[in-house]
């Protein structure tokens, strides 16, 4: 009996340590604050923060600005931190993880096309999970036909993808539609991440009882 009670407390465990995981979608030109602040953020809160990218290897981010002399519009790029992928695209069983957030840069431009991202972007909006998209990362979501119908924050120059496939583009720090808080930039992380964290703070108090 002490063996089965034992047992039962490792697979609790299993599962308390399966459903604190949180996906962070990158590649390479991965926008290092857009990715990075949620990255530690997650942490504070007790949740793993999983790094899928479309290989199992260290990524090449970028540090994006617009300068405030030039036109507004252009931004000026720099060299960023690298980071390691925890696991490939093509090996994520969505139903692990709790939620998931998509990165900004110059990134989901390419890896939006990868047929295991759309998979996985697809499961977290039908599974209702939450969802956590900034500035450019909104192209991943669009091209998987999963904003239809949303209202989302992006990054203006990315309003035409958004609205392109069907969703509604709001110009403010925070934009919460059901299960998917999203940002505009960087800036905006302190406005709507600890919106998302509190979403998965909840989805995790929900799987604790299941």
Not at 106 to 126: G, Q
Not at 171 to 180: A, I, S, W
Request: hydrophobic letters at 40%; one cysteine or more.
């Amino acid at each position: 009996m002490g063996i089965l009670r034992v047992d039962n407390y490792v697979l609790w465990l299993y599962i308390r340590c399966e459903m604190n995981k949180v996906l962070i979608i990158i590649g390479d030109a991965t926008e290092t604050v857009d990715t990075l602040y949620p990255y530690f953020r997650l942490q504070e809160d007790g949740f793993e923060p999983v790094v899928a990218g479309p290989e199992k290897r260290r990524y090449h981010m970028v540090m994006h600005e617009i300068p405030p002399d030039w036109d507004g519009q252009v931004t000026r790029e720099f060299e960023g931190y690298t980071l390691q992928a925890d696991i490939a695209f093509k090996d994520v069983k969505p139903e692990e993880y709790l939620g998931i957030f998509f990165s900004g840069g110059r990134a989901p431009e390419y890896i939006r096309y990868d047929e295991d991202l759309v998979r996985i972007t697809r499961h977290f909006f039908e599974a209702n999970k939450p969802i956590a998209c900034v500035c450019h990362g909104v192209e991943i979501p669009a091209y998987a036909g999963c904003v239809k119908g949303r209202k989302m924050a992006t990054v203006t120059k990315c309003k035409f993808d958004l609205e392109v496939c069907g969703g509604t583009f709001v110009n403010e720090p925070c934009v919460v539609d059901g299960n998917l808080v999203s940002g505009r930039t960087y800036h905006d992380h302190g406005r709507y991440v600890g919106v998302w964290i509190k979403m998965l703070i909840e989805a995790r108090r929900e799987a604790d009882k299941a």
